[in-house]
């Protein structure tokens, strides 16, 4: 793969924050001073991380009122950013600007308008972040609860295209929010925004490029300090969420009966 032309594209990398700047700041050694526009997305009710970010003048500041959960923290990002590509990054994980530049042109040679990397773990494993929505005819129950299968990713050597991607880093052209809308925030504060957001783009036949040859060191779990009981139930209220919008009410009440998708 070619080395993409750095003035060729512009890029807005939107990080939201929650109780994590060490983490935020970290990253911004890193990625500030390259091309890409960076826009930092504040939930924290406390005043460190923008004290952290005087050092770095360019970047794009949203501080929110309270915390809108991740969903809502991208929407605030997406009102701002103005890069014609939006690079979404969990705080928790770590790329090059090289490697972003290079994400964007895998992405124009495949023509797709949206793009994922391989998600590696701290350990060297190899995260399933990607997978594909099944047919009615294939695997009937996944149909009915709209339950992604995510794919093992060692089989998956070249560029391929996918239903379904997780958000802790995911490529998307700009005019995709034009059609499709942005990030359910009414309906998902924390986790399934991310799965919703896939089965609209899987309904309006948009797909995903996968691109392993990228590789996003992501540590898992530290974009968060949320108490882990306080997790499950943001899990648990965001999966009803999901089948209700997605399958309607019977599906959603059947499936915290017989609890077929966890």
Excluded: C
Excluded at 97 to 117: F, G, N, R
Excluded at 155 to 161: D, E, F, G, H, L
């Amino acid at each position: 793969m070619n080395t993409p032309n750095i003035q060729s594209v512009s890029i807005s990398m939107i990080v939201v924050n929650y109780h994590t700047p060490d983490l935020v700041l970290h990253m911004m050694s890193t990625l500030y001073g390259s091309s890409l526009e960076m826009v930092i997305v504040d939930n924290s009710p406390t005043l460190e991380l923008e004290k952290g970010l005087s050092r770095y003048p360019k970047a794009i500041y949203v501080k929110n009122e309270r915390n809108l959960g991740f969903a809502g923290g991208v929407n605030a990002g997406l009102k701002v950013a103005n890069g014609e590509w939006i690079y979404l990054l969990n705080t928790d994980a770590q790329t090059t600007p090289i490697d972003v530049l290079t994400l964007v042109h895998a992405a124009q040679e495949h023509h797709a308008l949206v793009a994922a990397p391989q998600l590696v773990r701290d350990d060297g494993s190899i995260e399933r972040n990607v997978g594909y929505f099944s047919g009615s005819i294939s695997h009937v129950l996944d149909w009915l609860l709209a339950r992604p299968r995510f794919a093992d990713p060692h089989p998956i050597t070249i560029p391929t295209n996918v239903d379904v991607a997780t958000g802790g880093a995911l490529l998307v052209h700009k005019s995709v929010f034009d059609q499709i809308g942005f990030f359910d925030e009414k309906h998902f504060f924390m986790y399934f925004e991310d799965i919703d957001f896939s089965l609209r783009l899987n309904s309006n036949r948009i797909s995903i490029l996968y691109v392993p040859a990228i590789k996003v060191r992501h540590s898992g779990g530290g974009s968060s300090d949320q108490d882990p009981t306080i997790k499950t139930r943001n899990y648990q209220t965001s999966l009803y969420a999901y089948v209700l919008k997605n399958r309607g009410p019977f599906v959603a009440w059947l499936n915290t009966k017989l609890k077929l998708f966890t």
